[in-house]
């Protein structure tokens, strides 16, 4: 276990339905990354927030969007879903102070099918 | 553009014998981080080994171990003793600092009994 829990697990949408998906951050990390995982690939970056504003991006359109709360919990929201963003969604979150980076622990993810 | 490949789609072994992944980068940075990360068939990543790019030594964890060659932009994994519990994909990853991480597309190994 690595203290990242996300939900939920799995969800079926629609396609041009909009959905939240919730990550909730290891304690003492103040960043957290989104990634989506299609089948048989790797990660790919969405964005990261760091200390509640957005810290980068990814090649995903603005229909993605996210916020990072006080707490360094997270959402991420897609609008009007589309057919290929079924993947799987990992939430990562690290802490980072000045330069350094430390490793990334990840959630179980959520597994979102849109039909 | 950074970049991380890993040529091999799928490798088995023997149980108790030892097997080497591949992964190879790209990157023009100097100071960076590369990590080799499994994922079990429950999907949770999970960190197997982390390298520095500043440090010469290779990075170890119990029967993990890195062969890491700066020059060559190589980073490749072995794994000694194999043991069922090791059947997983096994990405590899890159940062260059504080942001993004960028994986391969991943191996799939199997440990056989």
């Known amino acids: 276990e690595t203290g990242v829990t996300q939900s939920p697990t799995h969800l079926i949408k629609t396609r041009g339905q909009q959905v939240t998906l919730r990550c909730s951050s290891q304690?003492?990390?103040?960043?957290v990354s989104w990634y989506q995982q299609a089948l048989g690939q790797g990660p790919q970056f969405i964005f990261q927030?760091?200390?509640?504003?957005?810290?980068g991006r990814g090649n995903f359109p603005p229909r993605f969007s996210g916020l990072q709360f006080p707490n360094y919990s997270s959402e991420l929201n897609v609008n009007a879903l589309e057919l290929d963003d079924s993947a799987l969604y990992l939430c990562?979150?690290?802490?980072?102070?000045?330069?350094?980076?430390?490793?990334?622990?990840f959630g179980q993810g959520t597994r979102l099918t849109v039909v | 553009a950074q970049t991380v490949t890993q040529s091999q789609p799928e490798m088995s072994v023997q149980e108790a014998e030892t097997v080497t992944l591949s992964c190879t980068y790209d990157?023009?940075?100097?100071?960076?981080?590369l990590f080799w990360y499994k994922q079990p068939p429950s999907r949770q990543m999970i960190l197997v080994i982390r390298?520095?790019?500043?440090?010469?030594q290779n990075a170890t964890e119990n029967r993990f171990s890195v062969n890491f060659q700066k020059a060559a932009k190589s980073f490749s994994l072995k794994i000694s003793d194999s043991q069922l519990g090791d059947t997983a994909m096994y990405f590899c990853?890159?940062?260059?600092?504080?942001?993004?991480?960028?994986f391969g597309t991943g191996t799939r190994l199997k440990v056989l009994a």
């Open positions: 927030y760091y200390r509640e504003e957005e810290n």
């Open positions: 990562a979150s690290s802490l980072v102070v000045s330069t350094m980076n430390t490793e990334a622990f």
């Open positions: 390298q520095e790019a500043y440090k010469q």
């Open positions: 990157t023009s940075e100097n100071n960076y981080y």
């Open positions: 990853a890159f940062t260059s600092g504080t942001y993004k991480y960028i």
């Open positions: 304690s003492g990390h103040n960043t």
